[in-house]
């Protein structure tokens, strides 16, 4: 019996790809194992090809698997673009109806199974999908009748009819595939699961419940690839709490209105993508000025321009860091794990609060919706804390106007909600005194720019770096941020059984850079690998200019719209020693 399985499904866009590949993975989940999966799909509605792999395993995993074992194809691009990850062993499940033929040099098993004559025989070729379901997860020996009850999840809403007629489709292509082969494949069969409940989700809809549980009762937003199901989720969550979501007629308009929201007292955040981001600059530089608590996520994709609007990149660290015009406090965070997307949401909610600034919630596309599993929340850990917001305003003298802008210690003034007796000011995005009046003295300019630059001195977010330092001086430190730490990780491990010492840094407080935290690792390692989906270096830039060691970075870099594999990170390691 094997420890972990990796299997992928592909076609046209619109052909049931996605379906398929939603049901086999919750009928997995609920048997207890560990998923990790990676969607390659187009930038259109329908036709392109698409496609679909699922790691399975009996461990947590966060990285995509270097090679295939089964591959389910409904055309022969699929198989021509896939069929060179298939490892010796493996095998091909694909629609007879197209002839199927197998790549020279591919020596996997294929197995032609008659996918849309059966499904055309049971009334459509519709289900197509679930005969082709059917035909893998037999060949896995596992038991039908879990998969029958995620099938039920799935169609139940549409009546007992088409549930059976798909459950039937799903006996079929078993039934035929296992006649085929003889019965179920004894190289594929999986140890059984630990049987714990786990969650299974993608990035985007951990967000979105962080941001349900940390008090978010309005989003503001205009859809965009990989930001949609963000908004999507809380579509449907947010008026279950009093909440609703607002679809803009752009970025500009979603970023504005977020900031109104806030600084009504309302929680209130946006999600976007590069584009988006550029267009939302103007109005982080007003949220910086004001002091307004803005929360955005930006789930990077390709760029520049639109780019490669479904693909991987992390691109945007300069842009978030340096995009708005003049200097302001801004926050950039960035989660690294679909726990992490959770947690951090409602940390940026109470960051944006307290100090009263911009908080960046930075993902990239194989995070926001790369669909894996992860422990079940603690919902014990949400701490809400508004900051300095001031509900029973001390009595004023005549005439006077609250200092919603007062000069503090730790640069962070007292906020009110509007209508609070007492708390009369003025808000404007030009440079301003304590009561909010605009004003051009120097002097004032300079105490305000201090005010304000001042309060992220002390700033440390939970777990700023994700540290694993098994030695004291290791040959290579190898430095990632995103959906690169579980790849790294294994990696790191073919790096130790050849003998090469590693140790490995997440950075998760992109800026302001967690310089102190950083530097003492970076000064004992002998060369500094820093992985990260781009072409010019953004975050191992960051590095350089924060803690120095210039001499020691090294880029890893990869930006032709796909996810670091282990085994590219381990070649390329090889490569410094």
């Excluded at 003034?413 to 051009?440: A, M, N």
Aim: aromatic letters at 6%; a negative charge.
């Amino acid at each position: 019996m094997i420890s972990q399985l990796s299997w992928k499904i592909g076609g046209q866009q619109g052909e049931g790809v996605e379906s398929t590949d939603r049901i086999f993975s919750t009928a997995l989940n609920r048997l207890g194992y560990y998923l990790y999966g990676y969607r390659h799909f187009s930038s259109r509605i329908k036709g392109g090809h698409t496609n679909n792999k699922i790691r399975i395993s009996t461990k947590p995993i966060r990285a995509i698997s270097d090679d295939l074992d089964i591959l389910v194809a409904f055309d022969q691009e699929s198989i021509d673009l896939n069929a060179h990850e298939l490892h010796d062993n493996g095998v091909i499940v694909a629609d007879a109806k197209f002839n199927p033929v197998v790549p020279e040099g591919v020596t996997a098993r294929l197995f032609a199974v008659p996918i849309t004559a059966i499904a055309e025989e049971l009334g459509t070729s519709l289900m197509k999908n679930m005969v082709a379901s059917g035909a893998s997860w037999a060949l896995l020996g596992l038991p039908l009748e879990v998969f029958n009850r995620a099938v039920e999840e799935e169609f139940g809403r549409k009546g007992a009819a088409v549930v059976e007629k798909n459950i039937d489709a799903v006996r079929r292509g078993a039934e035929f595939v296992l006649e085929q082969a003889g019965g179920p494949l004894d190289e594929f069969q999986l140890e059984p699961a630990d049987g714990k409940q786990k969650l299974f989700m993608i990035g985007n809809d951990a967000m979105a419940l962080g941001s349900l549980a940390a008090g978010c009762r309005i989003m503001s937003a205009y859809p965009i690839t990989p930001a949609s199901e963000v908004m999507e989720y809380l579509i449907k969550k947010l008026p279950k709490f009093g909440g609703t979501v607002v679809q803009t007629e752009d970025e500009i308009a979603a970023a504005t209105m977020a900031i109104g929201a806030n600084y009504a007292g309302v929680r209130t955040m946006t999600a976007s993508a590069g584009p988006g981001l550029s267009l939302m600059m103007e109005a982080i530089g007003l949220a910086g000025m004001t002091e307004t608590p803005l929360v955005i996520i930006d789930t990077q994709r390709g760029g520049p321009s639109t780019g490669l609007p479904t693909k991987q990149e992390q691109s945007d660290v300069n842009a978030m860091i340096y995009g708005t015009h003049g200097e302001i406090p801004k926050i950039i965070i960035s989660p690294s794990s679909i726990e992490e997307c959770f947690y951090d949401m409602i940390e940026a909610f109470n960051l944006s609060e307290q100090y009263q600034c911009p908080v960046i919630v930075l993902t990239d596309l194989q995070l926001s919706l790369g669909k894996q599993s992860c422990e079940m929340l603690d919902y014990n850990r949400i701490v809400i804390n508004r900051g300095n917001l001031v509900s029973d305003v001390p009595p004023l003298e005549t005439h006077a106007q609250f200092k919603r802008y007062e000069f503090t210690e730790d640069g962070v003034s007292p906020r009110v909600i509007p209508g609070e007796k007492g708390g009369l000011h003025h808000v404007t995005g030009v440079e301003h005194d304590e009561i909010g009046r605009p004003s051009e003295s120097s002097i004032n300019r300079k105490k305000m720019m201090d005010k304000r630059l001042s309060k992220l001195d002390n700033l440390q977010i939970t777990n700023a770096i994700h540290v694993d330092a098994s030695y004291e001086e290791p040959e290579l430190l190898i430095v990632g941020m995103g959906s690169t730490g579980g790849t790294i990780d294994e990696a790191r491990v073919r790096l130790e059984q050849d003998g090469i010492k590693t140790n490995h840094i997440t950075v998760r407080q992109i800026y302001p850079f967690p310089t102190e935290l950083f530097k003492p690792y970076a000064e004992r390692a002998s060369q500094i690998v820093v992985v990260e989906n781009n072409a010019t270096g953004q975050l191992a830039d960051q590095i350089k200019l924060n803690v120095g060691c210039s001499e020691k970075v090294r880029n890893m870099l990869k930006y032709d719209g796909t996810p670091f594999l282990p085994s590219e990170i381990y070649s390329r390691s090889k490569e410094l020693v």
